[in-house]
């Protein structure tokens, strides 16, 4: 995991600006994950910003890894270069997504259950998620035997437990308590 930087979140912000006056989001959402794919390796960074690689060269392999990519996609890519800030490339993507899912009303949330929910439980928390928020929900699922039983549910910074794993670990602190 890499730690999100503070000028990651000022491109991103220009970046939605700049898709906002076009509504090119998609286009920018293509371009974005081509830079993390692209600076997602610190060796893949010092060689796109090596002294050896030329703007043509430059522009040659992000055109191999986007061929469609727009003008003002591209001069992104060389505006981190010439600033040899390419390595915040996996921080602009990841605020960039996050304004993007702000912007189009989407939150995303990560369940976690003992057994895999099918697609009707999938459907009905996804709903009931949707009216509690007023928003769309992108629902992503984990499997995780530890948990017992019932499910946690994370959306942004906030947590619901209501795993069978923390039920137990509550009534044995209320029994511990009890017995003193």
């Not at 893949?44 to 522009?59: I, K, N, R």
């Not at 986007?66 to 490339?89: E, H, P, V, Y």
């Amino acid at each position: 995991m890499f730690a999100r930087e503070i000028a990651g979140r000022r491109y991103a912000l220009a970046i939605m600006g700049i898709a906002h006056e076009d509504s090119s989001y998609d286009a920018w959402s293509s371009a974005i994950d081509a830079l993390e794919a692209l600076t997602n390796n610190s060796q893949y960074v010092e060689a796109l910003q090596s002294d050896g690689m030329t703007d043509e060269h430059f522009q040659s392999i992000v055109h191999d890894v986007i061929a469609d990519i727009g003008m003002k996609q591209i001069n992104l890519f060389r505006l981190l270069r010439s600033k040899r800030r390419l390595n915040l490339g996996p921080s602009i993507a990841s605020y960039y997504r996050e304004l993007l899912d702000e912007h189009r009303d989407i939150i995303r949330v990560t369940v976690r259950t003992a057994i895999e929910l099918d697609t009707d439980r999938q459907a009905k928390l996804r709903e009931q998620i949707s009216q509690e928020t007023g928003k769309k929900v992108e629902l992503s699922t984990i499997i995780d035997s530890s948990i017992l039983g019932g499910m946690t549910i994370r959306i942004d910074d906030l947590l619901i437990d209501a795993s069978t794993r923390t039920r137990l670990q509550s009534l044995r602190r209320e029994f511990e308590r009890a017995g003193r």
